[in-house]
């Protein structure tokens, strides 16, 4: 564990739910919302693990704490998280490494559908989904007989293919996670560790991913369960949450598999430029 500890002045906040927003919305900065986790980060703010506290207690914020050293020091893994919230369902999976090869899916509703590839933060190639594409047409028609011509046109091209987004570049939709895919970046944001006064309780052995696991619970305005390996060091496998009619599944898997991020061929790549109106304004998304 590196001891890097958040920045924010939420002390007393429940830890286990703070870094499980951290994840998501580092995983799916630009696909998810983060819906004010800003100001739920925390840090360590003193007290001991060795003061008089129920077993379960002990032992449920002992292997908290060694479970996210271990994900903070990992050099990849597969992130996927699901939520629903009052903006509909939107979902990520990305394998990353950390020298930033990437590889995944996104889903954050209509028009903001696809798959992505980073290799070496160099380049990044994004593919929309043909039901994506479908629905820029559809939204673009109900705009104007004008936008959507010029619509028709933009996806026809992108149909099937991967946009080439050079470093840095844009793509003019805040759907994709085109900034997502730096593991550094999201173990940065994970909070320290536990407070004085989190309360995480460790439950029995149970079975979840076609795996042993331990819940390790923690209760507030909702509850957040985090399901880590129970044999062997206590990897995060798993974690799921419910407050004020929000949902969140995240699921972790691939610890230290190597990313597999090849660029596709030419012929099934677009450069971005092409579809972007970099000469008229405009680009493929905006209808």
Same mark, same amino acid.
């Given at each position: 564990?590196?001891?890097? +500890?958040?920045?924010?002045?939420?002390?007393?906040?429940?830890?286990?739910?703070?870094?499980?927003?951290?994840?998501? &919305?580092?995983?799916?900065?630009?696909?998810?919302?983060? %819906?004010? #986790?800003?100001?739920?980060?925390?840090?360590?703010?003193?007290?001991?693990?060795? /003061?008089?506290?129920?077993?379960?207690?002990?032992?449920? /914020?002992?292997?908290?704490?060694?479970?996210?050293?271990?994900?903070?020091?990992?050099?990849?893994?597969?992130?996927?998280?699901?939520?629903?919230?009052?903006?509909?369902?939107? /979902?990520?999976?990305?394998?990353? =490494?950390? =020298?930033?090869?990437? #590889?995944?899916?996104?889903?954050?509703?209509? +028009?903001?559908?696809? =798959?992505?590839?980073?290799?070496?933060?160099?380049?990044?190639? &994004?593919?929309?989904?043909?039901?994506?594409?479908?629905?820029?047409?559809?939204?673009?028609?109900?705009?104007?007989?004008?936008?959507?011509?010029?619509?028709?046109?933009?996806?026809?091209?992108?149909?099937?293919?991967?946009?080439?987004?050079?470093?840095?570049?844009? &793509?003019?939709?805040?759907?994709?996670?085109?900034?997502? %895919?730096?593991?550094?970046?999201? +173990?940065?944001?994970?909070?320290?560790?536990?407070?004085?006064?989190?309360?995480? /309780?460790?439950?029995?052995? +149970?079975?979840? *991913?076609?795996?042993?696991?331990?819940?390790?619970?923690?209760?507030?305005?909702?509850?957040?369960?985090? *399901?880590?390996?129970?044999?062997?060091?206590?990897?995060?496998?798993?974690?799921?949450?419910?407050?004020?009619?929000?949902?969140?599944?995240?699921?972790?898997?691939? *610890?230290?598999?190597? &990313?597999?991020?090849?660029?596709?061929?030419?012929?099934?790549?677009?450069?971005?430029?092409?579809?972007?109106?970099?000469?008229?304004?405009?680009?493929?998304?905006?209808?």
């Amino acid at each position: 564990m590196d001891g890097r +500890t958040g920045t924010g002045t939420g002390t007393g906040r429940r830890w286990v739910r703070a870094a499980a927003l951290s994840l998501a &919305v580092g995983a799916v900065a630009g696909a998810l919302t983060s %819906c004010g #986790t800003n100001d739920r980060t925390v840090s360590y703010s003193g007290g001991t693990l060795e /003061k008089v506290t129920p077993e379960n207690e002990r032992r449920g /914020k002992e292997i908290s704490v060694e479970a996210m050293g271990l994900f903070k020091d990992v050099g990849s893994l597969r992130l996927a998280v699901d939520r629903t919230s009052a903006r509909g369902r939107q /979902k990520v999976s990305l394998h990353m =490494d950390r =020298d930033s090869n990437c #590889t995944g899916t996104f889903d954050a509703g209509p +028009t903001q559908r696809g =798959d992505l590839i980073m290799i070496e933060g160099r380049a990044t190639y &994004v593919r929309f989904s043909d039901r994506s594409l479908q629905e820029i047409r559809e939204l673009a028609t109900r705009r104007g007989p004008e936008i959507a011509a010029r619509a028709r046109e933009r996806t026809a091209l992108a149909r099937g293919k991967y946009l080439k987004i050079p470093t840095g570049g844009a &793509v003019g939709s805040p759907a994709m996670p085109v900034d997502s %895919c730096d593991l550094d970046k999201i +173990t940065r944001r994970m909070p320290g560790g536990p407070g004085p006064d989190d309360v995480i /309780k460790a439950q029995g052995p +149970t079975r979840r *991913y076609g795996e042993d696991v331990i819940p390790l619970v923690e209760h507030g305005n909702g509850e957040t369960t985090v *399901y880590v390996a129970a044999h062997g060091k206590p990897y995060v496998l798993g974690l799921e949450a419910e407050e004020n009619g929000e949902t969140m599944r995240m699921r972790m898997s691939d *610890y230290d598999e190597p &990313v597999e991020a090849v660029a596709p061929a030419a012929a099934q790549t677009i450069d971005i430029s092409e579809v972007s109106g970099s000469t008229g304004g405009g680009s493929l998304f905006e209808v």
